[in-house]
C-alpha cells in the first residue's frame, strides 16, 4: 500500500507527531509531475468550455493535428469564490501506441501497458477564464483519469479526486485548489493485483467530526466486484464496497497541509 507523502503519525494522547518509515507498493514507482509554480494562460472563453481551452491543450502537450486523443471537462465549484471552475482530462493513448511502435517496441510496452506519460489535467479557474499548466501523471492509459468531487477539506467547495490505473492496479489522489493551482494532500490505493489471487481493494469514507474542521478519511477493506466474463483486468472497472474491517484513520495536519495517521490508542480494557 502507498500513502502520499504520509510520513507522520499523530498520537493524540502524547500530542506530537512520531515518524513513521513509508510503506512499499507498485504504485511507489508512478512518478506525478506536478509544476512547482502554476503557470496561467487564458483562454478566452465565450461559450463552450471543451472548444476554448481545445486549442491550449494542444499547445501546451505538443498534440500534432492528426492524433486522436480524448479530452473530458469535469465542470464544479473548486475554491472560495463561488464560480464554477472545472478539471480537463487528457488521454494520449494513440500517441502511447505510436511512441512504441517508432521505438520498435510495440510488443514490450504492450506487455508494460503502454506505461508512460500520456495521461495530463488541467486546472481551469471559472473566475479569471486562466487555465494552469499541465500535471502529467505516469499511468497506463488504457483507460483515461476518472475524476470525481468531494467536499473534504472545506464545506464551501469541492476537493478533487484523481484516479489513475497501473495496468490492473488503480491509485487515487487528493488534490485542493490554493493559490489557482492543485496541490496534492493525500492518497491511497483504489485497489492492487485486480484479477489475481493477490487482489486486494480498499473503500473509503470522509467523516465530519467536532474535532477537526476537515473531515477525516477512515480506510476499510473493500471488496472489488466485476463480471465473472471479465478476462482483461487492465480495461476493467469494478464497484467497490465497503467491508466490515476499519484499517486507518487520517486527520488533517495544518502543519504540513497534509493527511496524517491517527496513532491507534491502547486498548485498556
Same mark, same amino acid.
Given at each position: ?67 486522436? $486523443? ?117 492518497? $491511497? ?43 482483461? $483486468? ?36
Amino acid at each position: 500500500m502507498c500513502l502520499l507523502l504520509i510520513n507522520v503519525m499523530w498520537s493524540c494522547e502524547e500530542g506530537k507527531p512520531t515518524s513513521k518509515p513509508a510503506q512499499k507498493s507498485i504504485m511507489d514507482s508512478i512518478p506525478q509531475t506536478p509544476s512547482k509554480e502554476a503557470v496561467l494562460f487564458k483562454v478566452g472563453r465565450k461559450g463552450d468550455l471543451k472548444e476554448a481551452v481545445l486549442p491550449l491543450v494542444r499547445q501546451l502537450l505538443q498534440i500534432g493535428v492528426d492524433e486522436n $486523443f480524448e479530452i473530458t471537462i469535469y465542470e464544479q465549484n473548486l475554491n472560495e469564490d463561488n464560480i464554477p471552475d472545472a478539471i480537463v482530462t487528457v488521454n494520449r493513448y494513440q500517441n502511447a501506441i505510436e511512441s512504441a511502435k517508432r521505438a520498435n517496441q510495440l510488443e514490450k510496452q504492450a506487455a508494460n501497458g503502454f506505461m508512460g506519460q500520456h495521461n495530463h489535467f488541467f486546472f481551469y479557474d471559472g473566475k479569471t477564464d486562466q487555465l494552469t499548466n499541465p500535471i502529467t501523471i505516469g499511468s497506463t492509459p488504457h483507460l483515461p483519469l476518472e475524476v470525481r468531487f468531494e467536499p473534504i477539506t472545506s464545506e464551501a467547495y469541492s476537493d478533487v479526486i484523481i484516479s489513475h490505473r497501473v495496468r490492473n492496479s488503480a491509485y487515487q489522489t487528493f488534490y485542493t485548489i490554493r493559490g489557482k493551482k492543485p496541490e496534492p494532500y493525500f492518497g $491511497f490505493d483504489v485497489y492492487n493485483n485486480l484479477g489475481t489471487s493477490e487482489e486486494k481493494s480498499y473503500y473509503l469514507s470522509f467523516q465530519k467530526t467536532e474535532k477537526f474542521k476537515e473531515k477525516i478519511i477512515e480506510v476499510y477493506e473493500g471488496k472489488a466486484s466485476y463480471p465473472d466474463t471479465t478476462s482483461f $483486468f487492465h480495461l476493467a472497472k469494478p464497484t467497490i464496497s465497503k467491508g466490515n474491517q476499519k484499517l486507518y484513520t487520517f486527520f488533517y495536519l495544518e502543519a504540513i497541509k497534509k493527511y496524517a495517521m491517527l496513532k491507534p490508542q491502547p486498548n485498556h480494557g
